[in-house]
Structures are given as C-alpha cells and as structure tokens.
C-alpha cells in the first residue's frame, strides 16, 4: 500500500460513510485501523474481482454442498 | 498414583482402567479438582469451574461401571468446554461482558452427546472474546495463559480448551473452529487439535463467530483420545442447517499407524517466499516431513493455484460481515459492552457492501473448486500449523489479522476440509511446534491414521510443560 494522500482521504470518507449508513459511532484509534483495514481490504477485492470475472460462479454458503457432485470423497 | 500421574493418562486408558476397575471416576474427577485448584490461578484456564456438578457426574460413571451399565468409552472421564457451548442452567459468555450473565435453557448438542456418553463436565474454558478477540491479561475474562511459559499466549481463540488440555486440567476439551482457534492454540501448547470436516459435528448451540465458517472440534494430548472425542459427538443434526448425513466410521478402531504409499502434498505456498515462517518452525515442518517420508509416505512438493492466495481475505470478508449482522444491534446501542479490542470486528463488518459479500461467497466456491481438483490427486497436504512458536502476549499481533500467515489454517475453514494440528517438535527455547494435516471432505479417518502414526514415529506428544 501507499501513502498517497487522495487514497487516504478517499478512504477515511469511505469508512465515515460506511459508520454513518449503519448508525456506528468509532473511537479516533478505531477509526484509524478501520481506514488501515479498508486500504488493504479494497485492494485484495480489486484482485479478488480479477480473479472471478464474470463466469457464472454461484456464492456458496455451505462448503460440503461444493464437494458433493465429482468432488473426492473419502471413500 | 500422584494427581498429576492420574490426571496425565490418556483417556483410552482412563477409560480402560474404568472397565479393568482399576480406578473410579470419582478418585480421578477428584484429582482433577485438586490439580485444577493448585494450578489455575496461575494458568487461569477455566471461567467456570463445576466442581459439584463433576463429582456428582462421576458419582452416577461410578455405579453405572459399577453395574455393567457404562454408556460408553467417556463414560466417567473428565472433559472440559470452550465457554462458547451453550450448557443448560450454566452461563456461557464467549468470554465477553455482553453474555456475562446469559445461562442457555438448552445445552448445545455437542454437550448433550457428551453427557449421553457420560462424560463429567469440569467446567468451562476461557477464550478470546465471540472467539476473535484480542487477550487480555486483565478484566472481567482474564486470559488464560501458556503452561509452556507463562508468558506467552496460549494461542487463540480456543485458549483455555489448549492450556487445560496440555496442563492435565482436563483429559480433553472442545473448542471451535472459524480460521484455525483449535488447531493454533493446540499447535502453541503441544498437543492435538482438530477440525472436522464441515457439517460433520453440530454447531446447534455454540455461541457463533461466523455462521458459515464455524466448526466445533477436539483438542487432547494424543491422536486416539481426539478419536474418541471425535466419535462421541460426530453426526448429523437436524438443527444445524450445515450437519451433513454421512456414515461414521469408527475413527480409534481404524488408527493403523500405516501410511505407507499415502500420497502427501507439501504446498509451496505455505513455505518462504510465499509466507514468512520462523526458523525454528521452518526446521521442525522439514523434519516432520522426513518423518513421513520415512513411513513410507510419499511427499510431493506442489503449487496451488493462485487463487489460494486470497483464502485469508475471503475469510476475513465473510466472517466480519456475519460477526456484525449478528451483533449489528448491539454494536449500534450497547457498545460499552464489547471489549475495545473486539469491537473492531463487528465495525470492520460494517464496511463491506452486499456485492463484497457475494464475491467473497463466489470465491469460496472456486477456491473449493481448485482444492478438490488438488485432492483427487492426494491423499493428504501438510502444512506447518503456525509461523512460529507462542508469542509474547506484547507480540500478539491479532490486530493485524490480515496478516498472510493466517492463511496456514484459514483455507481449511473456508474449503470445509478436516485438518489436524499435531506435536512435531520444540523450539530452542523449549516451545512446542506443531505440524497440521488436512485429508479430504469426511476424510476424518486418513487423517487421524496418518497423525497417529506421525505420533507414534515421533513421540513428541509425550513432551509436558514445566507448570
């Protein structure tokens, strides 16, 4: 991550839009590592994003249900 | 026979000397008591301890064995809980000051099958706060310490299920699973530690971290005694949407100890550059799959795909966004009652929009994918557990839970895979190094064949803490 000045600010607005959409009040050291948090986490998604394209890949919810057609099994 | 000599046998033999009557389980529910007093002001493993409630449990063991009518392998021998499982008339907190005062009506069902089978509940155990906290030495759920060294964490968020275990507090534990809380705090305190397979033991009743991840599993001093506990309380429920029907086979019966011609897959991945590992920890996962190889397994140096990689943010994604649906409105109108450093979870939940949800789901799916492709060609992977040996309480870096090692244990949680944590070896400065196995989906009885006979070649499970 950089510390590009736009990116932080875009950032810490992010994470005070998000707090204020779901009604949180944050203490200034919570706010900080929250903003930390969301800088990283935005990035891995952008790759995450990448990754899947726009394939039909179903969200899974229970793993076991993935396996369950031609996935191994034990026995 | 000294407390600590009772208390130190394995619960096969527990239970054998209950059926020899040999010993009652009143003399070492007793003994365990005692220990329990002496020790744990020190080592501060139990929130709760049921001391009546135990010797009356041991007092009903003790005529059953005595009429022929056991009700099965654990009746009589003494287990404690992670406090997280819901126990009928007791409070379970999750060790935060929200639950301080909640007492379930109900057991959880894996308490409920422990008690069928005749176990004697010691008591409940500390853990990191709704399992993702950050320990604390102070306050109302002070945390529990490393019997190893008592300064160092026992490991997270199963804390006190490891430290009672490997201090003999306990004959066995259970905890819960969301990104490696047994298979860690085993690895820290030098004995066993298991995942199941998703789906294959209930989490009805377990105070929840994260509804799609959470898996309650067995920690105890040896492979056979995790059998044992994992027999008790495997099968489907139909009160967890997530419980899978599947045959259970009999997992003590069937530890072998051979595993020649199993085809073991040690990923790349988990090794520098990828991830930074200790030395020490680099040492003993080299060692340990020498140790395999020398049985006869075959060791294959491999590279999963890509996508892998992500497994640590996925779950981090998913489980912050179901720790704060969960919690959204206490975390909105009683904060103050959240510890300050678990509060950051539920908030880091409230970042994430549906769309970041669904693609964390999507990429669970492929990365699924990718690993049952992998597992049609092995029987097994094997992975160090941790990147090191226990952490200074200053050092525990859990804050940052980002951090790319995690991604040791979280693929298992997101791709539902069993995965065991086994003792492989100790640092220089006398701290126990685990080595984690995981098999495929229901694949509980390669897994535990396989880490018993590591056991066995290895013996480091007889290793016991200085306390």
Partial sequence: MTDNADEIGLAEAEVRAAMARAGLQVQPAQFERLVAAHRHMQSRLAELRSQLDSSIVPALVFPAAAWRKGGPRDE | MSDAELCYLSIATLSGAYRARKLSPLEVTDAFLRRIEALDGQLRAYTTLLAEQAREAARQSEQRWANGAALGPLDGVPLALKDVFDTAGIRTTANSPLYADRVPETD?????????????????????????????????FPASRNPWNLERIPGGSSSGSAAAVAAALCSGSFGSDTGGSVRGPASYCGIVGMKP?????????????????????????????????????????????????????????????????????????????????????????????????????????????????MATEIVLIIGTCETFAMLEQDVRTRPHKLGRNFIGVPLAGALYTAADYIQALRGRTLICREMAKVMESFDLLALPTLSSPALAFADEPLRSSWRPTTLLRRLFSLTGQPAISVPAGMSDDGLPIGVQLAGRMFGERHLLAAAHAFEQATGWHRMRPPI
């Avoid at chain 2, 069902?109 to 509940?121: D, E, M, S, T």
């Fill in chain 2, 108 to 140: 959880a069902a894996v308490v409920a099958r422990l008690r069928a089978g005749g176990a004697v509940i010691l008591g409940k155990l500390a853990m990191y706060e709704f399992s993702l906290g950050v320990p604390e030495l102070e306050g109302e």
């Fill in chain 2, 197 to 309: 397979t998703a789906g294959l033991v209930s989490r009805n009743g377990v105070v929840p971290l994260a509804w799609t991840l959470d898996q309650p599993g067995p920690l105890a001093r040896t492979v056979e005694d995790t059998a044992m506990l994992l027999q008790a309380v495997a099968g489907y429920d139909a009160d967890d949407p997530g419980s899978q029907q599947v045959a259970i086979p009999d997992y003590a019966s069937e530890l072998s100890g051979q595993i020649a011609g199993m085809r073991i897959a040690a990923p790349a991945n988990f090794s520098p550059p990828h991830i930074a590992l200790h030395p020490e920890t680099q040492r003993v996962f080299g060692e340990a799959l020498d140790v395999l190889r020398g049985l006869g397994a075959q060791v294959i140096d491999i590279e999963l795909p890509k996508i892998v990689a």
